[in-house]
């Protein structure tokens, strides 16, 4: 019997322990058990065990529980318990049952340990995970962006210079005046081409790092209905019908972009159309799960989405023959768009017309 | 030395035309120049005489950065077109271009015979059309 009171104390010493009956009254706890959660002897003994369930867990676990212990087998998990000052513990639970001549539990073993600091350490980790990987997404975007922008660079700055210095070098080489006049006279539109290209790049660059820009509560139909006053002799020129449906009638975008979203996709819309029908442009706005949903729709001249898609929004990228058609307008509110954690994209069936969708974050989605 | 008799100049680049032109007159070594400001128009004109081989060019110079159709759209529909001279098409990409993708990429085409960097000089273009 020596062996087994060593036993015992070995235990007690070591581990949480607690005895309670069948029905699950606590019969006998040790000083652990009290150290741990709080409470003195004489408030545990006769308790429920309940009384340290911190209500964590849900009833298919507890239940759980039960039936295999009620069956006489080991149950063996990790459990959040409540200490009497309302405090949590994690503990790494045995509950062991002991059976009767008849093969039915009498009482039950708890031996549990303190594992507390450990869960503590485990959320700790799954959170900085989280956060790792989000950080890495960002990271990720922004370096495609910054490709996408070294791209852009290389190939419409280059371009223009390339031009200035085949010029130059005619020049040079012109033996009549007559013939450098003419030379001379085609280095006006390059250069001017080449500043305003890289007067867009600036600016993009402005607007990727001013994201502290403040949003302002934009009326959308007032704000529509400025930008068109623009475009009004255009519009009544091609008989132009414009409808607008605000389902949000309000949202929180600085001004100037909402402005220049509104004025890019019109002008588009207008310069693209069919010409042998009158176009037709719907502008709605619409709440989804994801923000706020923008579209324009017209029934013009559309883009072959499947040759033109990756190029949609890149500078100089025109899909029609058109003389204006610069493609600098959709680049910029792309970079906008996208400076304020909006998407921006299209749908287009050629002959049909497109749809230009922007998604907004709606205010306070984010709280970092 | 013989010359060309079709070029074609398949670029939207105005500028880029222009002095081209210039430069090819002034070797004497070019009959005619079809000029072409994107890829669609470009292949539309080689469908159109497919059986003209008077009209084919010899030498096409081929711009990558295009609207309508780019350069490397005009190349795959280019290679599936059937022409009973196509083979003998020499088809230069110039470009203004210095990814290192684009270069690499021209390597992988059959029908690409060179890739030329812009801006090249009237020494380059008169050892190209030596070439042919």
Redesign the interface.
Known sequence: MENVEDYKHALDVSAIVAITDQKGTIIHVNDNFCKISGYSPAELIGQDHRIINSGYHPEEFIKGLWKTVANGKVWKGEMRNRAKDGSIYWVDTTIVPFLNSRGKPYQYVAIRSDITERKKGEEHIKKINEQAVRHTRELEYKNRQLVDFCNIVSHNLRAPLINISMLVDYLEQCTDDADRMEVQGKMRPVVDHLLEIFNELVESVQVRQDIGIKADNIHLGECLDRIMVGFDPQAREYGAEITAEFGVPVVSFPRKYMESIFSNLISNALKYRHPERVPRIEVQSRKTDRGILLSVADNGLGIDLQRHRDHLFKIRKTFHKHVDAKGLGLFMTKTQVEAMGGKIWAESTPGKGSVFFVEIKEKDHEEH | MKNIKNLMLVDD?E??V??TK?TISETSLVDRIEEFD?GQDALDFLKHNRENPDRLPEVILLDL?M????GW?FLEEFSSLKTPTKNRIRVYICT????PDDASRAKTMSEVTDFII??FTKGKLTEMIKEI
């Not at chain 2, 609207?67 to 780019?70: E, L, T």
């Not at chain 2, 203004?96 to 990814?99: G, L, R």
């Open positions: 680049d500028i880029f222009y002095l210039r994107n950065n609207p309508i159709m780019d759209q203004s271009s210095i990814s812009k801006p």
